[in-house]
């Protein structure tokens, strides 16, 4: 059983910045993909941006693109387990709660077979 928990959301204002951690705990595995996704009210959970477990390949959506950075961690025992989402230059259209997931290399959320249980980004104007 793998859990995610997400930590590092909050309110910001425009042009500020926010660093999400997600930490992923339980029988996981060393090729792992991990990658955030986001919904906001009474809109679709939409992609973010994901990285390959060797972060040699990582994919941002248009959107955060050149705004928001992910990388990854290793734990002690060599397994990549934790995944990070910078977030500079946030603007009010970011405001959304901000999952990370484990699951394929891809944007489609149906790719993804674990989730964490959210945490909240504000962005105001």
């Known amino acids: 059983q793998v859990h995610l928990v997400e930590s590092g959301g909050g309110v910001v204002q425009a042009g500020g910045s926010l660093r999400l951690s997600c930490v992923a705990s339980?029988?996981?595995?060393?090729?792992?993909?991990m990658g955030w996704f986001r919904q906001a009210p009474g809109k679709e959970r939409e992609f973010v941006a994901t990285?390959?477990?060797?972060?040699?390949?990582?994919?941002?959506?248009?959107a955060v693109k050149g705004r928001f950075t992910i990388s990854r961690d290793y734990s002690r025992d060599n397994i990549k387990n934790t995944v990070y989402l910078q977030m500079d230059s946030l603007k009010p259209e970011d405001t959304a709660v901000y999952y990370c997931?484990?699951?394929?290399?891809?944007?489609?959320?149906?790719?993804?077979?674990?989730w964490g249980q959210g945490t909240q980004v504000t962005v105001s104007s």
């Open positions: 997931a484990i699951g394929e290399y891809s944007r489609n959320r149906n790719d993804y077979n674990c």
């Open positions: 339980g029988r996981v595995g060393v090729r792992t993909t």
């Open positions: 990285s390959h477990w060797n972060e040699q390949e990582r994919d941002y959506a248009d």
